[in-house]
């Protein structure tokens, strides 16, 4: 087997200070089978702020804000299908369009590319143009000054403007509870939201007749504590509102205006009181949703009452996330990760960001009522054009499942950067073969690869190397990793063994929905990212982030488009096969790379020493001694596991 050519040395960094960068062979030949061989290090990189993009009120700002959101076709086609005419029986469903299916082995596979072209000038008329128009409940969480109102203002204009018509509820932390003018200082507020939407050129109208009623919904039967799909405590409203009080809301919406709202509902003795606005948002979702269920095809010249997005728009910016060093989450999975975020949320965070775990279980009450294909969005006052980007794509400004260290530049995070909530689904580990259903197992692998599973041979051998499966909902996606043994380096030693991705599938029907990332961060909290800080999980079966990482191994086909996916979340890459017809990746086990560094500072100069004389810390050989010809043994071993599927 040929020698692999590798760059000298290669640096390591605190994982906090870097990013990942690609480095290829030397061009004397970093040969492997006949192909090039890269890796992903660690490297230092100066801090390159991401511009900040604020509406300037240029006319071009919102034909930019869209190029900006980078819009795929399937998100386009998506989001098309969520604004066409109601009658129309086509559901937004990834599915329907470029949604990638798991390919070969343990690859992700995109179907044939689909001739677009001439579609363009129709897709970009109807984006700009919606025929049928939605609704969002947005909660304007201030106080604000006027140029951040102007910039806010803007962003909601611009989205009436691609058909998402915003029901706002005004907000205002420094609002003294139980004073003698809340009532009128709630009004002067929605009245200055009014006037701001207004002076952006949208028509708005203040609801200031009370739509909310304090209390349960006497027509509604109260079974105690509230759950959600998952039977899990969920925080419930102190207040409620049926199909009947929504008719000035209807009104306005009806004549083009979009309707804010101050914070006020009617008590037991219909006084107009304010209240939470949470407490309205969560009344009013659960009353639209209620009308928008009743609304028949008829009917579809008027808006869709049923909400398509909750928006919160504070000073705070998103859920802060101890595993990303206080800045915000970016996906979160409410059905798996809801109680984790909570206990993990520490205490100095209840002081920058006293409101954040009141708009998380306020997200999750709303989603339990929405549509599935919903969403939530925290976002901070000073990024409105990332409500633009959430509405034609609906997904996170960056992948969760990206390494961290690739958020840097264009992608690095800020406390400004927004989190996007999904109701998702519920993730367990597995780690004994008899707990797999095989048949839904083997059902969710035969619709992802669309081939016809070898049933026996594989899980025969699947009973005999599982290490780990990881399980989403009712086997809407998966994962199979399994222990492969590496041949011996030194005869009379004990057997070595490698993790291998065997299998990665997601259903069509939720491809595009964020169930991928979800599986691939726990698949990262299992295996190499195991035993760093930001691990921790309390997902059923999960080793909660105790134990040491160790490498994760996958093969994909040369020509798999998904490929690209791969290379940004792997550590480095190679050709393998006769024909290089193969690609093998892997993942360093992340902690092993922080040892790797905590040992080159503790055996080199103090650190406040090189901080003084700037000198370069001494850098390791880009294949230390204990991955020597781990290359050569892993491509050995995945090229002898047999094919999992039959032959046509």
């Known amino acids: 087997m040929p020698p692999m050519s590798l760059h000298p040395k290669r640096a390591v960094f605190p994982l906090t200070q870097t990013r990942w960068t690609k480095v290829t062979g030397s061009p004397s030949g970093s040969i492997y089978g006949g192909a090039n061989v890269q890796l992903r290090t660690l490297r230092s990189s100066p801090p390159i702020d991401a511009e900040e993009v604020e509406f300037s009120g240029n006319d071009n700002d919102f034909i930019l804000s869209i190029l900006r959101a980078k819009p795929s076709i399937r998100d386009t086609k998506s989001y098309l299908a969520s604004f066409s005419p109601k009658s129309n029986p086509t559901v937004a469903h990834p599915s329907n369009a470029t949604a990638p299916i798991v390919g070969d082995d343990s690859t992700i596979k995109v179907p044939s590319k689909l001739e677009t072209t001439a579609h363009v000038p129709s897709i970009i008329q109807e984006l700009i143009d919606p025929v049928h128009r939605r609704t969002a409940l947005v909660k304007l969480q201030g106080p604000f000054t006027d140029r951040q109102l102007e910039s806010i203002a803007r962003g909601l204009v611009y989205l009436e403007k691609l058909g998402l018509v ?83 809301l209807q009104s306005a919406l009806r004549a083009g205006e979009i309707p804010v709202l101050p914070a006020l509902a009617l008590d037991s003795f219909c006084r107009s009181i304010r209240v939470s606005s949470n407490d309205v948002i969560a009344a009013l979702t659960r009353a639209m949703v209620q009308a928008g269920a009743n609304q028949t095809a008829s009917s579809s010249h008027e808006i869709n009452l049923t909400p398509l997005r909750l928006m919160v728009v504070n000073r705070e910016g998103g859920v802060p996330s101890y595993a990303r060093s206080g800045f915000p989450h970016l996906l979160v999975n409410l059905a798996s990760e809801y109680e984790q975020i909570k206990e993990t949320f520490l205490p100095q965070w209840k002081h920058s960001h006293p409101t954040a775990l009141a708009n998380l279980a306020l997200a999750k009450t709303c989603l339990s009522y929405m549509p599935r294909t919903s969403s939530a969005v925290m976002v901070s006052h000073r990024s409105p054009s990332s409500l633009i980007a959430n509405l034609i794509t609906n997904k996170p400004a960056q992948s969760s499942s990206l390494p961290h260290a690739l958020l840097s530049g264009t992608r690095k995070l800020t406390p400004h950067t927004p989190t996007l909530f999904r109701h998702g689904l519920p993730i367990r580990i597995i780690r004994k073969p008899s707990e797999i259903d095989k048949a839904k197992m083997t059902a969710l692998l035969e619709q992802s690869f669309v081939k016809s599973l070898d049933y026996e041979p594989f899980w025969k051998r699947i009973d005999e190397t599982l290490d780990f499966a990881i399980v989403a909902g009712d086997y809407q996606g998966g994962a199979i990793v399994t222990r492969e043994v590496l041949p011996s380096s030194e005869e009379g030693q004990p057997p070595r063994t490698m993790a291998y991705l065997d299998k990665f599938a997601v259903l069509p029907s939720h491809q595009g929905d964020g169930t991928v990332d979800f599986l691939w961060v726990t698949l990262h909290d299992e295996s190499y990212g195991l035993g760093t800080p930001f691990a921790r999980n309390f997902i059923e079966g999960s080793m909660q982030g105790l134990g040491q990482g160790e490498d994760l191994v996958w093969r994909s086909r040369t020509d798999n488009p998904v490929n690209k996916w791969y290379y940004e979340r792997s550590s480095g890459h190679l050709r393998m096969g006769e024909k290089g017809e193969w690609v093998l990746f892997w993942c360093d086990a992340e902690d092993r790379l922080r040892a790797l560094d905590a040992a080159i500072r503790a055996g080199g100069e103090g650190e406040s020493e090189v901080r003084k004389t700037r000198a370069v810390l001494p850098a390791p050989s880009f294949v230390v001694q204990e991955e020597r010809g781990r290359l050569e043994q892993w491509a050995g071993t995945v090229g002898r596991i047999p094919s999992s599927w039959r032959k046509k």
Request: glycine share 6%; charged share 35%; proline share 6%.
């Open 166 to 248: 915003s029901v706002i509820v005004v907000e205002n932390d420094d609002w003294d509870r139980g004073s003698e003018n809340e009532r009128e200082d709630a009004v002067e507020d929605a009245m200055r939201t009014v006037a701001a939407l207004e002076a952006q050129g949208a028509r708005a109208r203040p609801l200031l007749d009370t739509i909310v009623r304090l209390g349960p919904n006497p027509n509604e039967e109260q079974d105690g504590v509230e759950v959600d799909d998952n039977g899990q405590k969920q925080w419930s409203p102190e207040a409620h509102a049926t199909p009947a009080d929504l008719v000035c």
